[in-house]
């Protein structure tokens, strides 16, 4: 045991070099040495790999990781970012206005995608005044708990397997980021 403290060197488990303990590998208190058995460089490309083979995976693990180091949940960091949000309002406003004026036309377009899907979906049969109150309560929501909240269609205007309509029995209020992480699945 005392010889373990006491090396300089250890052998990575992928690449199979023998590397300085301290320069090479990341600390981690969990094993009997105090490092990691991958040293930095593997580490490194695993992540890179990681990024262009699985983008999702890679935003998800980096989520995961900042959550357990900070020990936060999600609705603590909505929170956090809507008080932000509210002490830089004016910063927000001018950010928004640059990239709506620098992105105009990406942006032109996306509402226009939207809007063109929305109105596919619509049928003549839908009740209008009960579709505008879920738009109501998500906005009452946002405003009561500082947490945004979204329309969400429960089964997506553009889904891969099948497509919803704008319909009331098809619309939910739920956390926008519950709403983004959804994406357009079912």
């Known amino acids: 045991m005392k010889n373990q403290e006491c090396r300089t060197t250890k052998v990575c488990v992928t690449c199979l070099e023998e590397?300085?303990?301290?320069?090479?590998?990341?600390k981690n208190k969990s094993s009997k040495d105090g490092y990691l058995t991958q040293c930095k460089d593997c580490l490194k490309k695993k992540r890179q790999n990681l990024i262009f083979t699985n983008p999702v995976a890679y935003q998800n693990s980096l989520v995961?990781?900042?959550f357990a180091k900070e020990g936060l949940t999600k609705e603590h960091l909505a929170k956090s970012k809507a008080?932000?949000?509210?002490?830089?309002?004016?910063?927000?406003k001018?950010?928004?206005?640059?990239?709506?004026?620098?992105?105009?036309?990406?942006?032109?377009k996306a509402g226009i995608q939207h809007y063109t899907r929305v109105k596919r979906a619509s049928v003549s049969w839908g009740n209008?005044?009960?579709?505008i109150k879920f738009y109501?309560?998500?906005?009452?929501l946002t405003k009561t708990t500082g947490i945004k909240h979204s329309v969400d269609?429960?089964?997506?205007?553009?889904?891969?397997?099948?497509?919803?309509?704008?319909?009331?029995?098809?619309?939910?209020?739920?956390?926008?980021?519950?709403?983004?992480?959804?994406?357009?699945?079912f």
């Open 153 to 185: 269609h429960i089964i997506p205007l553009k889904g891969k397997n099948v497509s919803g309509l704008h319909v009331e029995s098809n619309l939910q209020v739920i956390k926008l980021v519950d709403n983004n992480r959804k994406f357009n699945k």
């Open 136 to 140: 109501k309560e998500a906005k009452h």
């Open 64 to 66: 995961a990781s900042r």
């Open 128 to 131: 209008r005044q009960e579709m």
């Open 19 to 26: 590397k300085d303990l301290v320069g090479c590998f990341y």
């Open 83 to 92: 008080d932000w949000d509210a002490r830089n309002s004016e910063h927000v």
């Open 94 to 108: 001018e950010y928004r206005r640059d990239y709506y004026t620098n992105n105009y036309e990406a942006c032109l």
